[in-house]
């Protein structure tokens, strides 16, 4: 077996194809304000790939470096100003908690990232939608999605109408638990009917299935790396360390979906003579989930 290659550059631009449509038969111009505290490094990367994005597809992009100090006071601002339907704030800006509140400042009707706790209730809840009669659905996280819709590309069932469960008696390997893209996308193929196991640092959690209950149930398990894998019909890594030991292909199960969204390897180059599909890269799919949010939330604000 010869592993399929997903290029997300491919993918993205099919979904910014119906941007482009989209926003061209909005009633007014759509404004993303990004904030940016250093000129170089991933962040500023991230940035310009940005940019890049919504100039595809005719968003305007207002990106301005603002010193850590005055972040708060620039979001706060950009919450305010009706010219502006989007906020994104490029981190690190100050420090692991710092940052974390920052995210809470972002008004969450233009927070185009959906790193905001009010989405992350309706993520970790399960709740799809914002009304009764389900038509304004709810934000989820730009990069969690971006990889959804990635390994959805190379294989994985997608739900459909009338179906909870899609991924119902799949197995799932996470080796990322930030709260930023590993937490929340295991919830998310724990809520579509996986199990996941994920690992960080501090362990191994199970995402059980939320399969005949609201919400997924989170437990702790002293299942191993080699097992886990070993199990997995996906495996997912995004560990952000050159010492991370690589995955090998005689650790994966024949035929599983591999996705690597670190800036480093995390996989064995010869992983691609066992998986089925691999996913080398996220960052253009994470940049148009971004711009899809914002084209969502305008239309959710307009129609309230």
């Not at 077996?1 to 941007?19: C, D, G, W």
């Not at 469960?165 to 197995?171: D, T, W």
Request: proline share 6%; charged share 25%.
């Amino acid at each position: 077996m010869s592993a399929r290659i997903i290029n997300p550059t491919e993918l993205a631009e099919n979904y910014r194809e119906n941007l482009r449509s989209e926003v061209a038969q909005l009633d007014s111009p759509l404004r993303i304000v990004g904030f940016l505290a250093h000129g170089n490094g991933p962040a500023a990367t991230y940035a310009r790939y940005t940019r890049r994005g919504c100039e595809s597809v005719g968003i305007d992009f207002d990106l301005r470096t603002v010193d850590g100090a005055d972040i708060e006071h620039a979001i706060g601002a950009a919450n305010g100003d009706p010219s502006v339907q989007g906020v994104f704030v490029y981190y690190p800006m100050q420090n692991g908690e710092a940052d974390r509140w920052l995210r809470e400042l972002v008004d969450p009707r233009k927070d185009v990232e959906g790193m905001h706790s009010f989405w992350s209730r309706y993520l970790y809840e399960n709740r799809r939608f914002l009304d009764e009669e389900r038509t304004q659905q709810a934000i989820l996280p730009c990069t969690p999605l971006a990889i959804l819709k990635l390994l959805q590309h190379a294989g994985l069932p997608a739900g459909t109408s009338g179906t909870e469960a899609p991924l119902a008696g799949m197995n799932v390997c996470v080796i990322n638990r930030s709260d930023i893209v590993g937490r929340p996308l295991s919830a998310m193929l724990a809520n579509d009917g996986a199990e996941v196991i994920s690992f960080d640092i501090d362990g191994a959690l199970k995402f059980q299935p939320s399969i005949g209950r609201e919400a997924h149930v989170v437990s702790r398990t002293d299942i191993s790396r080699q097992q886990a894998l070993a199990q997995a019909d996906v495996v997912v890594t995004g560990v952000p360390s050159k010492n991370f030991e690589l995955i090998g292909p005689e650790e994966i199960k024949y035929g599983a979906i591999c996705a690597n969204f670190s800036e480093h390897r995390n996989f064995e180059p010869t992983i691609t003579d066992r998986a089925s599909a691999f996913i080398p890269r996220v960052g253009p799919m994470t940049v148009t989930m971004a711009m899809r949010n914002t084209v969502r939330l305008y239309r959710d604000v307009q129609s309230r």
